[in-house]
Nanobody
């Protein structure tokens, strides 16, 4: 049974930093392209960052470029999202998702993900 478990959300002040993690089990992690999506109240779920399984392609949404960093540790079956210079508008439920062998085109569509975590809340106060 595949599980993706997000860890590390919480409340942070604007301008602050937070790192969230996603620990995967039950899948061949090294063959999984991983993404972080977020969904704010009343808004659609959007891709924030993605890292292809081969490690040779990374995507960031324009809204987070230069502030967020996605990385992975295959030995720990974990993908991270380091978030710096957080803004109020970054407040959302953050979800980890996996697509086995997925390309960046695959990662661009939330409907193409094979597995999802339950999410972790990141709240940024002004």
């Amino acid at each position: 049974q595949v599980q993706l478990v997000e860890i590390g959300g919480g409340l942070v002040r604007a301008g602050g930093s937070l790192r969230i993690s996603c620990v995967a089990s039950g899948l061949t992690f090294g063959q999984a392209s991983m993404g972080w999506f977020r969904q704010a109240p009343g808004k659609d779920r959007e891709l924030v960052a993605a890292l292809i399984w081969s490690g040779d392609s990374i995507y960031y949404a324009d809204a987070v470029k230069g502030r967020f960093t996605i990385s992975r540790d295959n030995a720990k079956n974990t993908v991270y999202l380091e978030m710096n210079s957080l803004k109020f508008e970054d407040t959302a439920q953050y979800y980890c998702a996996a697509a086995l062998g997925g390309s960046m085109d695959t990662m661009a569509s939330k409907y193409a993900m094979d597995y999802w975590g339950k999410g972790t809340l990141v709240a940024v106060s002004t």
